[in-house]
Structure formats: C-alpha cells, structure tokens
C-alpha cells in the first residue's frame, strides 16, 4: 500500500511582493522548498513529487534529482495545481499525501498521522486541522451536529457566522489515489475563477462518504507563509525549537530570541553562546567553549574550550584551547592548532598556525605555515601577492619571534628560532637562528645554538 508525497509550489506568493518565487525564500538559511523535501523523503514510501510553476526553472533546478516534479503553466488554484500531477501518479499508487510547499515547520509526524488516518478510513479523504485564535485567512472547517466533517469554506467565500469558526483547515489532505483524480477532474470553479482542493471535502460528503480529521496542537505547525511578517514569525519559532532542543543538550544561551543557530549545527555540552551570535552552515562547536557575542561562525569546525568574542569565521577550523577576538577575522583554510591566540583585528586566510602560536594584535597571514610557539608582532603581513599576480606560500619556522610590522614577501621562509626586526621587509629567506632587520631586510648575527656554540 503506497503514499506518494505531493508538494504544491507553484503559485505566485503575490503577498510576499517579491521577484523571489515564494517557495525559494529562505528561513533558517534555507529555501523554504527544502524543509518540505526533506519531509517528503522522511514520509513517503513514493518518490516525492513537486508541483512547480512560477519561477519553475529556478525550484526545477534546485529540486534537482530529490524529486519528480509536474509544471502547472498558468496557477488556477490548489485544485487544478494537484490535476497536474495525474499524468505521473495516476493508477500507480493507493494514496497521495498532499501539502504545501509554504508550511515549512509542519512535522513528520503530523504527516505520518494524517496518513495513518486515511489508512483505516473508508471514505476517500483525510485532513489535519487547527483550532486557533489567529485565523490567519485559512479555510474554516465546517463540522455536522455530529461532529463529522462537512465542508471546507475558504475565508472569502465564508458568511459573518462562518468566518467566526475557530477550527481552521491546515492544508494537509491525505486522499485515496483512484477517488481523487476522478473528482478532480471533474472540479468546478469557485466564483473567483480558482479551482480550490478544497472543494473535494464537500464533493465527498455530498456522495454519502467520510472526511476523515486529525487536529495539530503545536502553534508553529500552522505558521503558512503567506507575507514576510509570517516569514518572521516562522524565523522566530525555527529559532526557538532549534535553540530549546540545544539547552536541554547542556548548552548555555544567555538571550535565546537573540542567538541564530542553524539546524546544521552541532555544538558540546556546557559550551556558552552568547548573543548576537548566527552559528552557521556545515558548523560544529566542540564543550566548554565560549561563543560570542556578536560572532558569526560559519561552515567551521571548533574543537573544546575555544573562545570566540566578536569574530567573523568562515570554513575555519579551531583545535583545542584556541582564541579568537575581540575581532578576528579567520578565512576559508585557516586553521589554528591547540592553544593559538589571535588578538584584535587578526586576519588568517588559508594558514596553518601551529600550537601555541601567539597573534596577538592587527596582522594578515595568508598562504603561511606557522611552527609552534612563534610570536607574530603586530602589524605583520604576509605579502602573499606576488607582481607576477599568483599567492606564494610563507613558511616560518618554530619558535621563531617576527618582530612588529614585518613585511613578508612571498615565497619566502624563515627558520626556526630567527628573528626579524621591527619595520623589516624580508624579500629573501632567512636561516634558522639568526636575526634580519632592515628595508630590504639582512641578516645582521647568528644567534647562539647547540651547533656553534
Ligand atoms: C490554502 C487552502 C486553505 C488553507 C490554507 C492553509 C485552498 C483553496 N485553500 O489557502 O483552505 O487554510 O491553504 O495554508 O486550497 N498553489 C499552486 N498553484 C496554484 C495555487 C496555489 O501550486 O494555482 C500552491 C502555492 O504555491 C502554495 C499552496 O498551493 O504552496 C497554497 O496556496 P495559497 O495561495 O497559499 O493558498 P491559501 O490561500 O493559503
Ligand atoms: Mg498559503
């Protein structure tokens, strides 16, 4: 017995007043058309199919191999947007799981009880419904002495009496495949011209058969995305479900409405987060850390007892005992071994710092190999841009002490123990355990080592 997933996504979203079809908005950091992908895959036991219309080739080509989906060329409404479907489904399989593509904090589990619903019913249709202060201009769900399940009236085709029904249609309908196809297309238009999925309710009661109904409790559910204020108040209980779930892993958020952690993000007990910080994309965050505030942390990996205050890092990663900020700046490749601190307005871009490594103030290390225990001065640079307009690589050595406002030009190295003075531009590479000072940089005395001395 299977269930087919059908997504409606191709009206205009005209309330969004945007270029944008509505189902690629983005909440969380995701088109919207995602969550309901996912919830597709996780409750189907069919390929899942979306129906596409308004800004078809931009969802067509961000569905990609996740889904088949069916075009509605002209959006005539929720009824005709299903019809569009039957060439693909029809005959193929016992019942179709219909929603939209704007519900996108519905669950699983709400889904999977509509289905179950539908299951063990012997009439054609089973729907989810709401009882909710806020109408938000959903479908009224009119109900006989009995309590079946009459009608669907849409809000503006709904009476005073009608529009003050507190049970509101979710839009979620499981159908039985052979019954449903026959009566879509046999769907009338409502006076506004649209052919409403809704109808079908009526048009099963009408033949003597049974609607069945679920209810959904959790408030967030319900939140379709008609406007960008829905879209904010989606964001906000994204938020809130996201960061509940991470408090009761151990995690502390000192302002949980003010700190934005992706669903993609993974983060250790007893780690702090503090306000104003977005944790971003394919990140992780290990214990014991301290993120924050003001931080953007993105496509990142932080190992325990980091400390990250007012910094901005992108696909970085942190061992452990690191320290970044107030306002570092760590770019794609930038990794940072076991006990390195960088200090304010520090600038690390595809650059192994070794462990213990100290940047304490403004400097920019890009394309650099860093041993461990060296000293960068502030005011250091890597020169990684050569006139020849190719990066070369800095190697430094271990131990090594780069004195405040060396300039670096690559490719160059310098060995382990030297030293550079204050204001030097060293153009070529200097050996282990001596000094070089100067514009250009020269080296001036060997230092003592175990070999000499
Ligand atoms: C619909 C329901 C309403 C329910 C509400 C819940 C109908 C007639 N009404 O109203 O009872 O309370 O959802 O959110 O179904 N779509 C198409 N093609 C079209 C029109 C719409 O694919 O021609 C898609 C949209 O992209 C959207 C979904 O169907 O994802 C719902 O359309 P929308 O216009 O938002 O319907 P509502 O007015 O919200
Ligand atoms: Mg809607």
Redesign the pocket.
Known sequence: MSTVPV???????VRMRSNLP??LHALGGRPLIEYALELGQEVGDQPVLV?I??GAEALRELVGERARVAV?A????????LLQAAVELRGNVDRVLVW????PLLSAATLEAVVARQRENDGPISIVTAVAKQQ????RVLRAEDGSVQA?V?QADATAEQRSIRE????VYCFDSAWMWDELSRLQPSTSG?Y????LIGVAVAQGLEVGAIAVEDRAEII?I?TRVHLAEAEAALRERINRGWMECGVTLLDPANTYIAASVQIGADTTVLPNTHLQGATSVGSGCSIGPNSVVRDSAIGDRCRVECSVLEQATLEEDVDVGPFGRLRAGAHLARGVHVGNFGEVKNSYLGPQVKMGHFSYVGDATVGARTNIGAGTVTCNYGMDRKKHRTEIGEDVFIGSDTMMVAPVSIGARARTGAGSVVTRDVPADSTAVGVPARVIARRSTDDDG
């Open positions: 997504i409606l996504a191709a009206g205009k979203g509505k189902a129906v219309g308004h509605q002209e959006q005539l409404g929720t009824g005709h947007a939209a593509a704007d519900m938000r201009g959903f479908g669907v849409e509101l249609n979710v839009g649209e409403y999925l809704t109808d379709g008609n």
